[in-house]
């Protein structure tokens, strides 16, 4: 695998206000991102996993730039992608593309298979008429779709033919690296299975990079190379998959961990359960944000924000607790 950074994210911020009153004043903010940084090597697999409301969606939202961020800074291949405007930015959307957690939501009703497949090669002005076609029938094999239901609506098709479709509408424009927003949580598990298997093929096939995010950590173990854990708009632990599951060090990734349902009596009792509810993000607590519900807070937690700092290699964890007083 190559060390080349496609992706580097660079303390990204991003701030939903908050209004009201008559005139709708600035009451406040939803704080759904604060000061994220990372780095993905091509070819690789990072997930980004938490809880519900941990502010992973609009993390990659930011990045793609659906949503604009309130600052910080993202870099695609080398390139502020932030600064990038007009004829520029439609050039270096090309390279990115995303996957959405809903694939009826994502798909436009109205339009067939065929047109959905075609709509990015018609706006980017990909080949020939005769190319476009081809191309719409090379993607439905590539996803494993036949062909001959390009005439079809996506209310045709079953929720995992939908996220086929979906993911061959990310390959039209053969970009260098897909963002998957939980892209099998609201199939069957029976379904989740194969799209995994599918996403992972393609990876291989077309040396493609993933930000992958989900909630399930067995998803995010079987897929991830890499793995940034999220709590209230931070990453509190950051490790490649083998050290984050064998030697999780921080508080809340432990929690994570044991929440994972076991099969057999005596496992039980080594788990450790969450107490509490995640704070607000419209306040969020001084200090480290997880102290609230931590069992190992200290005074120095509530006062000092910890940093994300190295504790072995190709790991990093953002936790007053270090050395022998670590989990």
């Not at 039209?172 to 194969?194: F, G, R, T, Y």
């Not at 508080?251 to 509810?277: F, M, S």
Request: aromatic share 8%.
């Amino acid at each position: 695998m190559e060390n080349k950074t496609i992706l580097e994210v660079k303390n990204l911020t991003k701030f939903y206000p908050i209004r009201a009153g008559l005139f709708l004043k600035h009451a406040g903010d939803v704080q759904a991102l604060s000061d994220v940084s990372f780095r993905l090597r091509k070819g690789a697999t990072l997930g980004i996993v938490g809880e519900s409301g941990c502010g992973k969606s609009t993390l990659a939202k930011c990045i793609i730039r659906l949503f604009e961020a309130t600052s910080g800074a993202v870099y695609l291949n080398g390139e502020n992608y932030f600064k990038s405007k007009g004829e520029d930015l439609r050039k270096a959307r090309k390279n990115i593309q995303m996957i959405f957690q809903d694939p009826f939501a994502s798909l436009d009703p109205r339009m067939t298979v065929s047109r959905i497949l075609r709509e990015p090669l018609v706006v980017h002005q990909v080949g020939s008429s005769q190319e476009k076609d081809q191309k719409v029938r090379d993607l439905m094999k590539v996803v494993g779709l036949d062909p001959r239901y390009l005439d079809r609506y996506p209310h045709e098709f079953s929720g995992g033919q939908r996220q086929r479709i979906s993911v061959a509408r990310c390959l039209a424009l053969n970009p260098k690296m897909i963002i998957a927003d939980e892209p099998v949580s609201a199939l069957d598990v029976s379904i989740q299975a194969q799209i995994l298997n599918l996403l992972k093929e393609l990876q291989k096939e077309f040396d493609l990079t993933y930000l992958f995010i989900s909630h399930a950590l067995s998803v995010i173990e079987y897929m991830c190379d890499e793995i940034a854990v999220m709590y209230l708009g931070n990453i509190v632990e950051m490790a490649s998959r083998d050290a984050l599951f064998n030697h999780p060090s921080h508080p809340y990734t432990q929690a994570l961990i044991d929440a994972i349902p076991v099969v057999g009596e005596g496992k039980k009792d080594k788990r450790k359960i969450l107490q509490g509810d995640v704070a607000s993000p419209i306040n969020p607590p001084a200090g480290c944000k997880f102290h609230t519900r931590c069992a190992y807070v200290m005074e120095k937690c509530k006062k000092e924000v910890p940093p994300l700092e190295p504790i072995a290699e190709d790991h990093q964890v953002s936790c007053w607790l270090t050395g022998s007083t670590r989990l």
